[in-house]
């Protein structure tokens, strides 16, 4: 699909009784559940399902779906602030690599996904123009920090 038709269409599907091609937003703190052991199932992720909306929420898994299709990635994940994309980014790097691609990324934030941000929004997001969003492919520890310390050490 074009990136236009991604941006509009991706992460979801019409409602088959209304017809309508606009998610709608969901604004719920709780789920129910089926049973305890449906909770208890959720909860352990045996099932998959909507468990407490600061974790989840319908309407943010559409946006994560569609942001994921726009970038050509397999997941997404949106926080409420630029704040929390930093700690994610800061706790997770160490965790987390890029699932199911071989390659390493840097990137701009401040020229790419927030270029649209104005300076004060910037420093409320807490990016800055030095800063710089890397994400880790499947590569041996020794290439990348290689690669770090060359590309760092050109700045």
Same mark, same amino acid.
């Given at each position: 699909?074009?990136?236009?038709?991604?941006?509009?269409?991706? +992460? #979801?599907? !019409?409602?088959?009784? /209304?017809? &309508?091609?606009?998610? !709608?937003? #969901?604004? /719920?703190?709780? #789920?129910?559940?089926?049973?305890?052991?449906?909770?208890?199932?959720?909860?352990?992720?045996?099932? &998959?399902?909507?468990? #407490? /909306?600061?974790?989840?929420?319908? /309407?943010?898994?559409?946006?994560?779906?569609r942001v994921a299709a726009l970038e050509g990635g397999i997941a997404a994940l949106a926080v409420a602030s630029g704040q929390s994309a930093i700690t994610y980014a800061i706790q997770i790097f160490t965790r987390l690599v890029n699932i199911g691609d071989v390659r390493s990324l840097a990137t701009h934030p401040?020229?790419? $996904?927030?270029?649209?941000?104005? !300076?004060?929004?910037?420093?409320?997001? +807490?990016?800055?123009?030095? $800063?710089v969003r890397l994400c880790v492919g499947i590569e041996p520890i020794d290439d990348l920090k290689d690669d770090l310390n060359q590309a760092l050490a050109a700045v």
């Open positions: 699909m074009k990136i236009e038709t991604l941006a509009v269409h991706a +992460g #979801y599907k !019409p409602d088959p009784v /209304t017809k &309508a091609v606009v998610p !709608p937003i #969901y604004q /719920t703190v709780a #789920y129910a559940f089926d049973s305890a052991q449906h909770g208890a199932d959720l909860f352990d992720l045996k099932v &998959a399902g909507n468990i #407490y /909306t600061r974790i989840m929420n319908p /309407t943010q898994s559409v946006l994560e779906e401040a020229s790419t $996904t927030h270029r649209q941000l104005s !300076p004060e929004e910037l420093v409320q997001s +807490g990016v800055s123009e030095d $800063t």
